[in-house]
C-alpha cells in the first residue's frame, strides 16, 4: 500500500505542472470510467438522487449522476496543482467573489467565525482560496487516512497556505472552541451522517437524515457567526462565492438550527446539484423502524 500511495503522490506533483484543460480532460475520462465500474458507488448516488429529486426524470437523475462522478475524479486530481503548483498559479485559478464585507472580515477581522462550507466537490479548493489570504488562525477538521503516507500529504495540502490548525475528529471540541474565542476561522463542513449518537434527524429534501449539529453548537459556544462559503468548479478553475452572514443564527433550539442549515443548503445544491457529494451515504443513519436506503 505504501508504494502505490508513494506512487501517486508521485503521479500528483507531476500533474501538478500539467495544463488544467489536459488535467481536466483526464478527470472527464477517468469519471466516466467511474461511473461505468464503480457499481456500488453508482447505486449510492442513484439512491440519494431518487430521494431528494423525486420530481425529476429518470433520464435527467441519471444526467446528474455522469456528471457528478465527473467533478469528483476532476477535483480529485486538482488537489495536485492546489497543493504543488506554484502559489501565483494557484491565485490565478481561484476567483473569490460575493460580499465585499464578509470578505474583508474573513481577510483581516478579529470577530469569531464559522465558514459553513458544504460539501460541494470544490471544498478544498475554497479552503485554500480562502487562506491565501489571510494570516488569521483557521482551523479545520479532518478524518485520518487509513494510510499514514496519504493521511500526511492532504494534512500538509490543506495546510499549505496561511496559518492552518488541522485537528482530528478524535481531538474533541475544546480546541474548536478556543481557536474560535480567540478571533479564529472554522472551516467548517457539518452536512455529514456521523452515525446516531452524533447526529439529530432533521429533514433534507423533505427525507430525515441524521445530521451533525456542529454548525448551531459551535456557533453558540465559539459566539461566532455564520458565513456560508460556496465553491463551483469552473472551466478555468473554481468559483468561492462568500455569501452574507446568517441572521438571527444560532438559536437556543439546535435541532431547529440544523434544519435551517439543510434547507439553506438545498438552495444552494439546488442551483448546480451535479457538483453536490451525492457520493456520500447521507441516509445511511435511518429512524427507528425505518427501511434502509443503501
Known sequence: MSLISRLGIVFMRTLAHVPLRVTRGFGTGLGHALYALAAPRRRVVDANLALCFPDKSAAERRRIARETFVYVAQSWLDRSWLWHAPEEKVAARLQVKGSPAEIDEIANGREPMILFAPHFYGLDAAATALT??????????????????????????RKRFGNVIALNRVDGIKPIIAGLRKGGLLYLLPDMDF????????????????????????????????????????????????????????????????????????????TMPSQYYWVHRRFKTRPEGAEPVY
Do not use: C
Request: aromatic share 10%; net charge neutral.
Open 195 to 270: 452515525g446516531r449518537d452524533q447526529t439529530v434527524f432533521v429533514p433534507f429534501y423533505g427525507v430525515p437524515a441524521a445530521t451533525v449539529p456542529s454548525l448551531s453548537r459551535f456557533a453558540r459556544l465559539g459566539r461566532a457567526k455564520v458565513v456560508p462559503i460556496v465553491s463551483k468548479l469552473t472551466p478555468t478553475g473554481y468559483e468561492i462565492e462568500v455569501l452574507p452572514a446568517w441572521r438571527d443564527f444560532p438559536t437556543e433550539d439546535v435541532v431547529a438550527d440544523t434544519a435551517l442549515m439543510n434547507r439553506r443548503l438545498q438552495g444552494y445544491i439546488d
Open 132 to 157: 491565501m489570504h489571510t494570516a488569521r488562525p483557521s482551523t479545520t477538521i479532518y478524518t485520518t487516512q487509513r494510510d499514514p503516507m496519504v493521511d500526511e500529504w492532504i494534512r500538509e495540502g
